[in-house]
């Protein structure tokens, strides 16, 4: 086994600190990931674009008089919770774009988007919707999206490298329940189902850091992050707080810690096979990250040693429990 985590499945509650870790890694010099956090040069994947992409074509149709597609309102959760796994499905297309260094070129990245969001729902049983729009109101649509899903695009190509050889690919998503829910979670809510949806290709490779926070402070921070003049943001943008308590006040990555039948893995049965994932947790309870946000030319040498730290501890126990074979598949 190589001692660099070849996949990195960066997992954690909003707001508890994921963006920022991100942020950090992609800070250090080469060698200090090697040596210190054994990570690569990343590559970095994160679902929340598409989410922001989903609530702009939910605004522009409800802005035309009909229904919001994947989103009722700005405040409220998604319309079909297996849109989970369609964010899922989303991350197996862009990691297998990363491995093959694939960088699409469409003719219209609007279009491209909305195959790709219809491709993605059917792929976990949701009913495709952009595709059944009539075909004036797709291109309505389409027009007044073009910029934004051309963004969208040229920061993904951008993030193809040109070989992954040496490097981590870093997959940030958060999944959740409902406050107060009992575990399991049922599908489509939670780790349990999301992971079980990632492709053998990111299974068959990939270990867990899990950042944590409570529900309670995961609601603190994402209140005190959110800039409203910045909703596509990684680093500020905000979550309703009905999204917050409904899809996000409790999780199930420490009942699956708990429940696996291997020390420090997560076990998931998919497809007919069983994974046991690796997994650290990064003690982020008492805040270590939200420095990151401002400009590096401010980052205060106290708060880096302590977030580098926690982080060199967390990847140690990852190294460790890798090292063992308990990542055997």
Not at 144 to 169: F, I, Q
Not at 197 to 207: E, G, M, Q, V
Request: glycine letters at 6%.
């Amino acid at each position: 086994m190589s001692s660099l985590v070849d996949v990195l499945l960066l997992f954690a509650l909003p707001a508890s600190g994921k963006s920022e870790v991100r942020r950090y890694l992609a800070s250090l010099r080469p060698e200090q990931c090697r040596r210190q956090l054994h990570l690569g040069p990343t590559v970095q994947l994160d679902d929340y674009p598409y989410v922001h992409m989903m609530r702009r074509v939910s605004q522009e149709h409800r802005k035309r008089g009909s229904d919001g597609i994947f989103f009722d309102s700005d405040e409220l959760p998604m319309k079909e919770p297996l849109d989970w796994g369609t964010l899922i499905e989303l991350l197996n297309e862009d990691f297998d774009d990363v491995t093959r260094g694939r960088r699409p070129a469409p003719a219209s990245a609007a279009e491209w988007l909305f195959e790709r969001f219809d491709r993605a729902r059917a792929q976990v049983g949701a009913a495709p919707a952009l595709g059944a729009l009539p075909a004036a109101r797709r291109k309505e649509l389409a027009a007044a999206l073009e910029r934004e899903a051309a963004e969208l695009l040229r920061d993904k190509n951008a993030g193809v490298p040109d070989s992954l050889a040496g490097r981590t690919v870093v997959i940030e998503a958060a999944r959740g329940g409902p406050d107060g829910a009992a575990m399991p979670l049922p599908a489509p809510l939670g780790y349990r189902y999301s992971i079980a949806t990632l492709s053998d290709a990111i299974l068959s490779r990939a270990s867990i850091l899990y950042v944590w926070v409570t529900p309670e402070e995961s609601r603190r921070k994402n209140h005190e992050r959110t800039d409203p003049n910045d909703p596509g943001s990684i680093l500020h943008h905000g979550v309703p707080d009905a999204v917050m308590y409904g899809d996000y006040g409790c999780d199930d990555m420490e009942w699956l810690i708990r429940e696996s039948d291997r020390p420090a893995t997560v076990r998931i049965e998919t497809r007919g096979k069983t994974f046991h994932i690796p997994v650290a947790r990064f003690d982020n309870r008492v805040d270590k990250t939200t420095f990151v946000r401002a400009d590096r030319a401010q980052w205060k040498p106290a708060d880096v040693a302590a977030l580098h730290a926690g982080l060199a501890e967390a990847f140690e126990k990852l190294a460790r429990a890798r090292a063992a074979g308990v990542a055997a598949r």
